[in-house]
């Protein structure tokens, strides 16, 4: 054993740079969580020499008598930590990740060519729901699906459950997918369920940033509707970059979804599972499962109403005028700035956020709002009282970039950059930017 240190300084380096920014800064962006050590050591460890293509006890290789006890223990934990019925659910832990998740659930539950729907992108959608745009179908799933996308409302900037409802009498779709990566509201699963049973489509909801908000009933559980239900594990469940397909076993039309969900995970998207993943998804759902888990989901929930309020306080516009879950759509059109402008200047400040569209967006290429979530500032213990703050820092965050907006390109911002850049190569302090 030689450490990284000694081996390989170079990426060390680089390991303990990202360090210092992942915990010197306010890291607001609402796809991100701060996971345990303990995830990471799991995640760290000797299991990732291990190949086990297969299921416990179905395995193409040998020596898998640990790995089997190991799948089968995230498998049940995942269970336990959506408080599902084994008899009803069954879960594959092995998906790489939020996307190969999907295309495995897309492969599972319909053919290539067949019709889904999805949110829109630009409605706060993810890009594996069937995202396309007028010059290129750039994702596998309108790739090998034909997909037309649902919306939310002009005004209240809801999901628009009625136009979805007419349009999928039309469109007739096979599958209608839910869950988002930019929406701040809940969604209302029995609406939707009511809309596939009359169509006879499945209904998959991707919870991949909400998953750990469901798992704490800090919000509406998709279990109690839909046909399969994905997630990450890294966004506010707080484990290792991962997914998960949750599918049920008691569908009187699709009986054996089990075999198909299983099948299309591996052989059909992925080759071995990563072992050392799934050891790390077990430990978080292990932590999941415990009642400070269950403070902390109700705690990011609390903060991301602080922060909104905060905003709103401050006489800004935010997509719904609030949140019910870990983040905000701060809509910076009334201004008059773009989102990379605000995402540049929060990153010079160390405050990490991302630009995102906001309903109406004239292109996409240019989003007119950011997004800011809560959940990695509450897992380093942040309560209401500091997001206040972080809010105000955001104001101020802002203000500077409509100060310096009207000095572009003048001296004004080429010193302030100057500094900025000085300030992260450790040479000035904080104090002077
Ligand atoms: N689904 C949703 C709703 C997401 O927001 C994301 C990523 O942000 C994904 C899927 C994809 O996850 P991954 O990046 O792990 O592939």
């Not at 909801?205 to 046909?227: K, R």
């Amino acid at each position: 054993y030689r450490p990284l240190a000694e081996i390989d300084p170079e990426v060390k380096n680089i390991i303990d740079k990202e360090t210092w920014r992942q915990f010197t800064g306010l890291e607001l962006i609402a796809s991100e969580n701060l996971t345990s050590q303990a995830t990471m050591e799991a995640n760290g460890s000797i299991l990732t020499n291990k190949y086990s293509e297969g299921l416990p006890n179905a395995r193409y290789y040998g020596g898998n008598e640990y790995i089997d006890e190991l799948e089968e223990l995230c498998r049940k934990r995942a269970l336990v930590a959506f408080n599902l019925d084994p008899a009803k659910w069954g879960v594959n832990v092995q998906p790489y990740s939020g996307s190969t998740a999907n295309f495995a659930a897309l492969t599972a539950l319909i053919q290539p060519q067949d019709r889904l729907m999805g949110l829109g992108l630009p409605d706060g959608g993810h890009l594996t729901h069937g995202y396309y745009t007028q010059k290129k179908k750039m994702t596998a799933s309108s790739i090998y699906f034909q997909s037309f996308p649902y919306a939310i409302t002009k005004d209240s900037n809801l999901i628009d459950y009625d136009a979805l409802s007419s349009q999928a009498k039309i469109f007739k779709p096979k599958l209608i997918i839910c869950g988002a990566s930019a929406y701040p509201r809940d969604w209302d699963y029995a609406k939707l369920k009511e809309i596939t049973i009359r169509d006879g489509a499945f209904l998959m909801c991707d919870m991949a940033h909400t998953s750990g908000l469901v798992a704490a009933q800090e919000l509406n559980s998709p279990f109690d509707h839909c046909d399969v239900v994905t997630t990450t594990t890294h966004k506010t469940l707080r484990g290792p970059r991962a997914g998960l397909i949750f599918f049920r076993k008691d569908l009187s039309n699709s009986p054996d979804l089990e075999k198909r969900v299983n099948e299309a995970v591996f052989p059909a998207c992925q080759g071995g599972p990563h072992n050392n993943t799934i050891a790390a998804v077990a430990t978080a759902l292990q932590q999941v499962a415990q009642p400070e888990f269950k403070a902390y989901a109700k705690q990011v929930v609390a903060n991301a109403r602080a922060l909104a309020e905060t905003l709103i306080g401050h006489g800004y516009k935010l997509q719904t005028n609030g949140t019910d879950n870990h983040l905000v759509l701060w809509d910076l059109r009334p201004i008059g700035l773009t989102g990379s402008k605000v995402e540049k200047i929060c990153d010079l400040m160390g405050i990490t956020i991302n630009k995102n569209a906001v309903s109406g967006d004239a292109s996409a290429q240019v989003p007119g709002g950011i997004r800011l979530g809560t959940s990695a500032l509450t897992s380093r213990d942040m309560k209401e009282a500091d997001i206040k703050l972080v809010g105000d820092f955001l104001h101020r965050a802002v203000q500077l970039s409509l100060l310096l907006q009207k000095e572009a390109g003048t001296k004004m911002l080429k010193d302030f950059v100057r500094v900025a850049s000085k300030q992260e190569e450790g040479k000035v302090g904080h104090q002077q930017v």
